[in-house]
Structures are given as structure tokens and as C-alpha cells.
């Protein structure tokens, strides 16, 4: 039997909770990619879901990544160095250029309205990479209405729909709503993965785990299959 013969008749559904300042989560969407181009791997559908891992933070933050970190975890600003050094390791071994040397810190809630909006037009996957890579590897600012503009008309949304969009704010209640559907799951961290509705996966897993998450939920889907 072929490859495509064994895939489920219907895509997986994959649901991600991910914020744009988080380091993990590009990491996790660089896992989750190597695992999906594995040979079998099964149809997906993903969809991205707003997380705040920092709240409080302003749009304008004065002040470097190493300041912000030492402050919001409480922790000595040598430490937080190394870690920042070990995930930019991490991230390079995914193929990802980390600087955060450079990095504008902000505030992402209106970086998630303009994922809403993608999603709308069917463009939320190419937005959230184009952010991700805006943010960690181009130390661009995403927190401001133009700013966000301008990479919206790079992956094809209309600049006087999107400006218009994240001005009068009306994805707002869907970024509420994501974040409170997060809190009512219990989840607390990201990147967190949805599986079908079924099975949760939290952290930047490996390649192969979520490849084996996949291949369980493809065969819990074939009972379903042979009673039809």
C-alpha cells in the first residue's frame, strides 16, 4: 500500500499556543516542520493560538533582552547571558539565527491580532514565520501598528485592510478568547500542541516525539475508519 494510501482521509489537526517573543516556540516550529517532512508523516492542518508569556510588557521597553530577563525571572544578568548563548545554539542547530543582542522586546498582544487577521485570509502560517523571523533573527520592532504592516504586505495581506484591522482592534476578542481557552486547559508555558483535540504537547519536543504523538493519533483514527 502506498504512503498516501495509509494517511488519514481527513488532516490532522494540529493547535498551537505560541507567542512571537518566544525562543521555543520558533525552535518548536522548526521541530514540528523536520517531523512532518519525514516520509509517512500525515496531512496537517495547524492552527496558531495567542499566548502572552510577558503581559506587562510595554510596546516601547527601553532596554536589552539580557536587563528585561534578569528582571522578569529574577535571576543575575551573567546567567541569563548563558542561557541566552545556549539558546541561540539551539536555535542554530535548527537553522535558526537568534540575536538578542539586537532584539526589540515588546509587548506581542497586537502581533497576535495581526495573526487573527492573517488567519482570516489564509495566510496565518506565512505571518507567524515571517514574525518569528522579524523578531529573533531581523531585531525588528513588532509591536507597532506600521511596523506590523509592512511584514503583513510581505506575505500578501492588503496594507490598508491590515492597517485598518489592527487599528480598531477587531481581532481582539479572539486573542482574549485563545488566551483564556489556554488558561481554562492549564496551560501555562509554550509552545503547547493540540493534537486532534486529543493529546497535549508541551515544549519544543523533539522531531521523533512529535512524529510518534503523530503516528498514534493517525492510528487511534483508524477503528473510526473501518467502522464507516
Same mark, same amino acid.
Given at each position: *500500500?502506498?504512503?498516501?494510501?495509509?494517511?488519514?482521509?481527513?488532516?490532522?489537526?494540529?493547535?498551537?499556543?505560541?507567542?512571537?517573543?518566544?525562543?521555543?516556540?520558533?525552535?518548536?516550529? $522548526?521541530?514540528?516542520?523536520?517531523?512532518?517532512?519525514?516520509?509517512?508523516?500525515?496531512?496537517?492542518? +495547524?492552527? /496558531?493560538?495567542?499566548?502572552?508569556?510577558?503581559?506587562?510588557?510595554?510596546?516601547? &521597553? @527601553?532596554?536589552?533582552? +539580557?536587563?528585561? =530577563?534578569?528582571?522578569?525571572?529574577?535571576?543575575?544578568?551573567?546567567?541569563?547571558?548563558? *542561557?541566552?548563548?545556549? *539558546?541561540?545554539?539551539?536555535?542554530?542547530? @535548527?537553522?535558526?539565527?537568534?540575536? &538578542?543582542?539586537?532584539?526589540?522586546?515588546?509587548?506581542? =498582544? =497586537?502581533?497576535? @491580532? =495581526?495573526?487573527?487577521?492573517?488567519?482570516?485570509?489564509?495566510?496565518?502560517?506565512?505571518?507567524?514565520? $515571517?514574525?518569528? $523571523?522579524? /523578531?529573533?533573527?531581523?531585531?525588528?520592532?513588532?509591536?507597532?501598528?506600521?511596523?506590523?504592516?509592512?511584514?503583513?504586505?510581505?506575505?500578501?495581506?492588503?496594507?490598508?485592510?491590515?492597517?485598518?484591522?489592527?487599528?480598531?482592534?477587531? /481581532?481582539?476578542?479572539?486573542?482574549?478568547?485563545?488566551?483564556?481557552?489556554? $488558561?481554562?486547559?492549564?496551560?501555562?508555558?509554550?509552545? &503547547? &500542541?493540540?493534537?486532534?483535540?486529543?493529546?497535549?504537547?508541551?515544549?519544543?519536543?523533539?522531531?521523533?516525539?512529535?512524529?510518534?504523538?503523530?503516528?498514534?493519533?493517525?492510528?487511534?483514527? @483508524?477503528?473510526?475508519?473501518?467502522?464507516?
Amino acid at each position: *500500500m502506498s504512503e498516501a494510501a495509509s494517511a488519514p482521509a481527513t488532516p490532522v489537526k494540529i493547535d498551537i499556543w505560541s507567542d512571537v517573543a518566544c525562543p521555543w516556540c520558533y525552535i518548536g516550529k $522548526r521541530r514540528l516542520e523536520t517531523a512532518l517532512a519525514q516520509p509517512g508523516a500525515p496531512v496537517v492542518e +495547524i492552527e /496558531y493560538h495567542s499566548f502572552e508569556l510577558s503581559p506587562d510588557t510595554p510596546v516601547d &521597553f @527601553e532596554g536589552s533582552e +539580557i536587563e528585561f =530577563l534578569a528582571h522578569h525571572k529574577g535571576m543575575a544578568p551573567a546567567q541569563v547571558e548563558q *542561557m541566552l548563548g545556549q *539558546m541561540t545554539q539551539l536555535a542554530a542547530a @535548527e537553522g535558526l539565527e537568534y540575536h &538578542f543582542d539586537s532584539l526589540k522586546h515588546t509587548k506581542t =498582544l =497586537l502581533a497576535h @491580532e =495581526l495573526l487573527h487577521h492573517a488567519k482570516a485570509h489564509g495566510l496565518q502560517y506565512e505571518m507567524k514565520e $515571517r514574525l518569528l $523571523r522579524a /523578531y529573533f533573527t531581523e531585531s525588528k520592532h513588532v509591536g507597532h501598528v506600521e511596523d506590523l504592516v509592512a511584514l503583513a504586505t510581505e506575505v500578501g495581506l492588503d496594507a490598508d485592510e491590515t492597517r485598518a484591522a489592527l487599528t480598531d482592534h477587531r /481581532y481582539a476578542d479572539d486573542v482574549a478568547a485563545d488566551i483564556a481557552q489556554a $488558561r481554562a486547559l492549564g496551560i501555562n508555558g509554550v509552545p &503547547f &500542541f493540540v493534537l486532534d483535540g486529543k493529546y497535549g504537547v508541551s515544549g519544543a519536543q523533539s522531531p521523533e516525539t512529535l512524529s510518534t504523538v503523530l503516528e498514534r493519533v493517525v492510528a487511534e483514527r @483508524e477503528p473510526e475508519t473501518a467502522d464507516a
